[in-house]
């Protein structure tokens, strides 16, 4: 078994893998994440078209050849439309679909079919949600210790202790500094990226418009992490060690009104002890540099971090803790995604 | 006969072409196995989908109720959108 990167790009997915570059993939399409499904090895693509709409793609024979979902409808009688697919997650039994406006989808046959999750839906706080600048994106979902975990851009973060039957906010300690009157409300804060830790029950951590995170209670309270080291706390993608549950990487940008990689460099910063400190890591990275990394652009696995950028290279960090250029001029980058491959 | 872009043959299994004796305009596109990208989920046609009838965009006609008698070309565009 070798490891491929799936990168997910505005023209096309590619397959990085053993220093070639296959694709692109699904041409004529973004495609905002995709994964291969460990458990049925099938690949699956959240793709969009911005004439034709938003769409799953599954593959099963390695991108060879693809099929499409059927209809990605929302409930009876909404008033709302699926604006876009944003990230999909295989679980252990179903196979889960974030998408615009704040929604979630979950398929039990495969991918071939997706039902709503009406309580997301229908959650009593979205009146108070509102689109970030890409959209009102559920761009996070996360199984871990049983529970569900979805976030939204910009209604906050949610948790499930029931399989999806109902959601609770759980953004208490969360900034939403453009809120001046209310910075802390029980939804409405900007997520950017929120990942549980595979092997540490509760830990969670995200990349906020407003700030870094880390919460060790499942989500009920968080506790901000910049301000030792960082150089801002705005960013987008977050990247985890699986054998580690204290160390994460962020890459910060310069703010909101200048989103840029911060102190013109391609900076990503790495903690070792939950947040408290962060180091930057320079080693194969370009600089000076004005680069972008969206909030779907890394990966990881017991191997290394995987780092994809809008200017359409990709970066590999090995356990050295060296960073390798693995891929250049693909077209803007939206996803990476680490995977078995054969 | 409906003629399909590039992108859109590739979605229909690699078909470009497809016969139809469809009455409507709207009978037609649903039939498509690339109905869904063409209407959205309230049937209506999505706003950068083109669809024209012998060289005339349905939109200037009936829409998707425009009447076919079945020897009509109808060609589906993306509409030119940006530079």
Not at chain 1, 51 to 79: F, K, M, N, Q
Not at chain 1, 310 to 336: C, H, K, M, Y
Not at chain 2, 75 to 82: D, F, P, Q, T, Y
Request: with cysteine; glycine share 12%; aromatic share 8%.
């Amino acid at each position: 078994m070798s490891r491929a990167l799936l990168v997910g790009t505005r023209k096309g997915l590619f397959v990085v893998r053993d220093g070639e570059v296959d694709g692109p993939l699904l041409p004529g399409w973004s495609i905002y994440h995709a994964v291969r499904d460990p458990g049925s090895d099938t690949l699956y693509a959240a793709s969009n078209n911005f004439v034709y709409g938003a769409t799953v793609h599954r593959s099963s024979d390695l991108g060879r050849t693809w099929e499409r979902a059927e209809e990605i409808r929302l409930p009876e009688g909404s008033d709302l439309k699926l604006n876009a697919t944003w990230h999909v997650e295989p679980g252990p039994d179903a196979l889960w679909l974030g998408g615009d406006p704040g929604v979630l989808h979950r398929s039990t046959d495969g991918g071939v079919t997706f039902e709503p999750v009406v309580s997301l839906v229908e959650h009593p706080t979205r009146d108070r949600w509102q689109p970030g600048a890409g959209g009102m994106c559920c761009h996070s979902f996360q199984i871990a210790d049983g529970r569900l975990y979805a976030a939204i851009s910009a209604a906050g973060a949610f948790r499930s202790d029931d399989g999806g039957e109902t959601w609770t906010p759980i953004n208490q300690g969360v900034a939403a500094d453009f809120f001046p009157d209310n910075p802390f409300p029980e939804v409405g804060q900007c997520v950017h990226k929120l990942l549980a830790h595979p092997a540490r029950d509760g830990r969670l951590w995200q990349q906020n418009h407003c700030g870094v995170y880390r919460s060790d209670d499942h989500g009920d309270t968080w506790e901000r992490l910049e301000g030792n080291g960082l150089p801002s706390g705005f960013g987008f993608p977050i990247a985890l060690d699986p054998t580690d549950p204290d160390v994460a990487w962020v890459v910060p940008e310069e703010g909101a009104e200048n989103r840029v990689t911060a102190d013109g460099r391609l900076g990503v910063y790495r903690t070792d002890d939950g947040g408290a400190s962060w180091t930057l890591e320079e080693d194969g990275l370009p600089a000076p540099a004005w680069l972008a990394v969206m909030r779907e652009g890394m990966s990881f696995d017991d191997d290394g971090v995987y780092l994809g950028m809008q200017s359409g290279s990709v970066f590999v960090r090995s356990r050295d803790g060296r960073w390798t250029e693995v891929a250049e001029n693909l077209p803007p980058i939206l996803s990476v995604e680490v995977a078995d491959w054969q | 006969m409906i003629l399909l872009p590039s992108l859109l043959a590739a979605e229909a299994g690699g078909r470009g072409r497809f016969e139809t004796d469809a009455a409507t305009i709207a009978e037609a596109l649903r039939a498509l196995p690339v109905a869904s990208l063409l209407l959205d989920e309230r049937g209506e046609l999505r706003p950068l989908v083109n669809v024209y009838v012998d060289g005339v965009d349905v939109r200037e006609r009936d829409g998707l109720d425009t009447r076919l008698q079945g020897s009509e070309e109808i060609r589906v565009l993306a509409a030119i959108a940006g530079g």
